[in-house]
């Protein structure tokens, strides 16, 4: 038996090497890509939760601007409903 030549003991570890450097390529780009879509993600909640954040808002303040009308203003929640009136028209009607 002929010990392995040098040039297949270098072939073989070359080829280890292309391997290993591909896999490390595979494995970079691939969490790359994770974290960009995590990336995107994240957009899309913060997008989601500002647009909820406004309607939140605009809610409170239509129910703000209808009670100072000084007329009920009914809100259900689930299945109780409640009046709400401003205070101010309250306490305007006692001094009347």
């Known amino acids: 038996m002929n ?27 691939y969490i ?4 960009y879509q995590d ?4 957009e899309k909640l913060t997008a989601f939760q500002q647009g909820a954040q406004y309607g ?3 809610a409170v ?8 009308t000084c ?3 009914a809100l259900k929640l689930g299945n109780q409903t409640l009046n709400i009136v ?3 028209c309250l306490q305007a009607d006692t001094k009347k």
């Open 3 to 29: 010990p392995p030549s040098k040039f297949a003991k270098l072939n073989k570890t070359g080829v280890v090497i292309i391997l290993l450097a591909a896999l490390l390529v595979l494995s970079v780009g």
């Open 32 to 35: 790359a890509f994770d974290k």
């Open 39 to 42: 990336e995107k993600q994240k």
């Open 56 to 58: 939140y808002e605009q």
């Open 61 to 68: 303040i239509q129910l703000a601007n209808q009670a100072s």
């Open 71 to 73: 007329q009920q203003v």
């Open 86 to 88: 401003a205070v101010d």
